[in-house]
């Protein structure tokens, strides 16, 4: 498995949630790492993206409200989704570009919001 990603689950409309995702030693250099959102009959979106230097991109759907953060020393990115919504509802994948430009996803993990 080349994207472990943990965290998801249930919370309320309001709540807070963080995901996580390391990258394996196998994929050797990495340029961007981020979060996409699918839900049922909807193309995957993109959440938010940060670039190995530190440089962030949010969707509109979810700035002030999540911030992504990275750690290199340990090949992880993190979100954390704060005043959750039902409409965040979905299955969240994490996403890496490699130096070759070759992108790489994650199995999935389910982030349902009630209200």
């Known amino acids: 498995v080349q994207l472990q990603a943990s965290g998801g689950g249930l919370a309320q409309a309001g709540g807070s949630l963080r995901l996580s995702c390391a990258a394996s030693e196998s994929i050797s250099e990495i340029y961007f790492m981020g979060w996409y959102r699918q839900v049922p009959g909807n193309e995957r979106e993109l959440v938010a993206r940060?670039?190995?230097?530190?440089?962030?991109y949010y969707g509109d759907s979810v700035k002030g409200r999540f911030a992504i953060s990275r750690d290199n020393t340990k090949r992880t990115v993190y979100l954390q989704m704060n005043s959750l919504k039902p409409e965040d509802t979905g299955v969240y994948y994490c996403?890496?570009?490699?130096?070759?430009?070759?992108?790489?996803w994650g199995q999935g993990t389910q982030v349902t919001v009630s209200s």
């Open positions: 996403h890496v570009r490699d130096g070759k430009l070759t992108n790489i």
């Open positions: 940060i670039t190995n230097n530190g440089g962030t």
